[in-house]
């Protein structure tokens, strides 16, 4: 793996296109889908020249493939999110077909993103999977699946359980929790007010369309102000077209506001805080277990029982064990109670290096999440600055243009 790592660090990654197709699904069915062009090109060849080194076709269902197996195998790593796969948070003009190429042109930018990330990730990146998933076009899911990746995914009935039955929950991962739920909460509300502002200033917008429209018409019947109200209606129509851009830009600042919204879930309760549940479960499940392997121990030593058992029942009704046979279980009782206090011993190492591992990588993401996220809400600011900037440009404009009439 060490060539392969050291080759991930000097390519470069793109999504370079996406094309619709046709095929047939697992159930023989005909279906529609688009499939991404990815290219990765080595940034310094060994004799110093720059060569493209591959390209190869992936469907989205592939990227989930791999963004699955790196959940599985990478418990304690805050997985980058895959784009969305079908539009939310949409403003009524915009379309939720997945196979709009506005859509799919976003998606393109999100899947280059996210590949992006995991090769900058310092762990991810080394991982063989997603080497092959660059560079092996077929053949790749069956490799990918000789792993057992989705043996090893926790059952959705055992998570539950140990969300509900654990009795001492590590403070740190519940306040995490809480962080992901808020986080969540906050990139929803704002994407929903985005939209609600995007209708809004559609609206707005195209209404100086029918301005520009009238003062049109209305310079074919006026001789004197025809001039200058065939100028002021030029400005209305091009501040009314203005808005598509405008509107268009600032989806790629909600793509970003998204990738974070799906971050969120990579946290809770999906999968960071999800298997440190797990693993506290089965830690506490081990102790219990421990405990109650020494009391039968003891009771069987000292001959007397504590707690209502099947085994005492059994007993008051059929006679008292022999001596030998007492030993007998004694010693096997000792052999288990070894076996589990080495068990618990290394389930105890196994989750405190889970935690020390997690939550480095949950800082790691809390930094980039600020920086990222704060460029994006500047730069969301900048544009919509420039934007009224303009607006009032073409007013001035509009203005002079009534003032010569």
Partial sequence: MTENNFWLKKIEISVSEAEKRTGRNAMNMQETYTAYLIETRSVEHTDGQSVLTDSLWRRYSEFEVLRNYLLVYYPHVVVPPLPEKRAEFVWHKLSADNMDPDFVERRRIGLEN????????????????????????????ETVNETGFQLKADSRLKALNATFRVKNPDKRFTELKHYSDELQSVISHLLRVRARVAD??????K??????????????????????????GHHMDVYASSIDDILEDEEHYADQLKEYLFYAEALSPRAVCRKHE???????????DLASKKQQCEELATGTVRTF??????????????PEQREARIKVLEEQ?????????????????????????IERFKEQKNRDLKEALISYAVM????????????????????KM
Wanted: aromatic letters at 12%.
């Fill in 114 to 141: 996210f590949l992006l990330r995991v090769a900058s990730h310092p762990i991810l990146c080394r991982d063989k999977i997603f080497y092959l998933f660059l560079t092996q076009e077929g053949n790749w899911k």
């Fill in 200 to 205: 809004r200033l559609y609206g707005v917008y």
């Fill in 207 to 232: 209404v100086h369309g029918n301005y520009g429209r009238v003062f049109s018409e209305w310079s074919a019947i006026e001789k004197e102000m025809g001039d200058g109200l065939q100028s002021a």
């Fill in 278 to 288: 797990l693993m506290q479960y089965d830690l506490e499940m081990a102790a219990q």
């Fill in 309 to 322: 058992s099947l085994k005492g029942m059994t007993t008051k009704l059929f006679g008292q064990e022999t």
């Fill in 337 to 361: 109670i070894n076996e589990g206090e080495q068990q618990l011993k290394s389930k105890n190492l196994e989750g405190r290096e889970f935690v020390k591992k997690a939550w480095a990588d």
């Fill in 384 to 403: 919509h600055i420039s934007m009224c900037k303009k607006g009032i440009q073409v007013w001035t404009n509009a203005k002079e243009c009534f003032s």
